[in-house]
């Protein structure tokens, strides 16, 4: 199977697009074609565990990866980690929908489904390709991707992984999370400014010649794991296979039957490994793009316009879908102008420069008849997990209530009942104030902080806070390094020497 760029550039192999990240020419590697499961190959993944199912979908989208090593990957990913043993299960809400729980890994959220396995593809693939250094992993985060890195590296041979998050700009619990973070090759700076000022930072690290120099003199090579990574993608295409299995098992659907997703989204992702499990034979209906305030997709799937320019950023319950650029999004676009590079490359340039693009009619067909959208704001997002919890008995996090209530109206609107699938990206006590208050009223956090809030949330719903929020605050803190934005390339060879 070959990759091609976004940008029409030059082709390689699944494991050299993962070991490179982005292509050459600065667009995002995509499959040339598509591998095709038959039903009965889908309907077969019903008496596989999640570690079968994960080999049978990504053998056919990693084909230059071998059984063995692909194999020890998955189990290297999916294993202890989780606190649940079907790694992403499937449960009924209130009989309206079904819930795809995607947050049983060891920070609790969605990215664990991905930044799990992919050390394990980045090593394979730099072993196949002769990379003898080691692999050094550098993330700015604003709080979540960055443990969630942190956890997937975790003595993970062959890599290291460094951690840069604002002094600032993160939560106690978020915070508490890196800093306590074990492992012989992970480092966590906080940087004295905003998230942007550590965003900066690492980029300009990227470019720097005389730091990539310096690293390879000590036998280390800089690479990334942020989500425009195929070794991010890839991983996201299996759930939506093991949960249509899951709808088979329990006579929810009959083989063939489409089902609908509705997915919390920010920068594309998970929606669009959606895509790519439809692309590969899953009988998937609708997918419903669900956003928050910051709703540029909302308005760029109903209008075939997208534009940043003029939007104000809304900080929201929902963090990790404040996002203005959904960046792969451009792989979609690739797929609906029937892989033209150039006019990928010419929207692309058509965004830094006005800030904004516009597709043609054919495209915009070719967008509806696979996607719907909608968005919520926070009182409705508060409204939604106050109605889950009192009438289907379901805790949500906020960013999965976007999803729902956005389901809702979609179905109101639409008439559209089809089976459908909420995409549930954290639990709810990783958001765990601004759950209570949704379901306790406005003042039940007052003078409490995040803990004493997951503690209240969890005597009033009678559910367990997760270990991995409860232990925090006892667990010895083995970070504490701190820099100011200039001195951060410093600061990593400080940390590495
Ligand atoms: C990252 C994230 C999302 C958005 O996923 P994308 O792949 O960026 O669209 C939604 N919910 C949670 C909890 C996340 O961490």
């Known amino acids: 199977m070959r990759m091609l760029s976004t940008r029409g550039g030059a082709a390689s192999g699944p494991s050299l697009a993962i070991l490179r990240g982005l292509a050459d020419d600065g667009g995002l590697y995509v499959p040339e074609s598509f591998p095709s499961f038959t039903l009965r190959e889908i309907e077969s993944l019903q ?46 809400v209130g009989g309206w929908a079904h819930m795809l729980e995607l947050w049983h890994g060891p920070t609790l959220a969605f990215k664990d489904m991905a930044l799990q396995l992919l050390p394990h593809l980045l090593t394979y693939s730099a072993r196949k390709h002769g990379e003898t250094r080691e692999v050094f992993i550098l993330v700015a985060t604003s709080g979540d991707t960055g443990k969630a890195a942190l956890e997937g590296f975790l003595d993970v041979p062959g890599t290291r992984c460094c951690v840069f998050y ?41 470019s720097d010649p005389d730091f990539a120099r310096e690293m390879d003199a000590q036998g280390r090579v800089l690479s990334s794991a942020n989500s425009i990574n195929y070794g991010r993608l890839v991983p996201q295409i299996v759930y939506y296979f093991s949960a249509y299995a899951d709808l088979l098992s329990r006579g929810a659907i009959r083989p063939g039957d489409a089902v609908n997703f509705c997915v919390p989204t920010g920068n594309f992702g998970d929606i669009l490994a959606a895509d790519y499990a439809r692309m590969a034979g899953l009988p998937v209906g609708r997918l419903i793009c669900a956003s928050n305030e910051n709703n540029v997709l909302t308005d760029f799937i109903t209008t075939g316009v997208y534009t940043v320019r003029g939007r104000a950023f809304h900080k929201t319950t929902s963090p990790s879908m404040d996002i203005l650029i959904s960046s792969n999004l451009e792989r979609l676009l690739f797929d609906l102008c029937g892989c033209d590079g150039a006019r990928v490359t010419a929207l692309m340039g058509d965004l830094s ?11 915009l067909g070719a967008l509806q008849a696979r996607y719907a959208a909608g968005y919520a704001d926070q009182s409705a997002v508060r409204a939604e997990i106050a109605r889950a919890w009192r009438e289907d008995g379901c805790l949500m996090d906020t960013h999965t209530a976007v999803a729902s209530a956005v389901l809702r109206d979609y179905r109101a609107r639409t008439g559209d009942d089809a089976p459908a699938v909420i ?15 949704a379901i306790a009223g406005p003042d039940a956090c007052d003078g409490l902080d995040d803990f004493a809030c997951c503690d209240k949330l969890s005597a009033l719903t009678g559910t367990r806070v997760p270990e991995q929020i409860a232990s925090l605050p006892t667990l010895p803190v083995r970070h504490s390094a701190v820099c100011r934005r200039e001195e951060m390339a410093r600061a990593v060879l400080d940390a590495v020497r």
Request: aromatic fraction near 10%; charge should be neutral; hydrophobic fraction near 40%.
């Open 353 to 363: 420069r006005e800030g904004r693009y516009a597709i043609d009619g054919g495209m």
């Open 423 to 437: 995409v549930s990206t954290a639990s709810a006590y990783k958001f765990g104030a601004s759950v209570l208050e």
């Open 47 to 92: 008496e596989m565990d999640y570690a079968g199912r994960a080999f049978a979908v990504l053998s056919r989208f990693l084909p230059d990866f071998d059984e063995p090593s692909l194999r020890a990957a998955i189990a290297g990913a999916y294993g202890t980690g989780f606190d649940a043993p079907e790694i992403a299960p499937v449960r009924a």
């Open 166 to 206: 604002p002094r600032e700009g993160v939560s106690r619990a978020q915070r508490l999370q890196m800093v306590t973070t074990r492992g012989g090759n992970t480092h966590v700076i906080a940087v004295e400014g905003n998230f942007d000022d550590a965003q900066t930072g690492v980029k300009r690290i990227f």
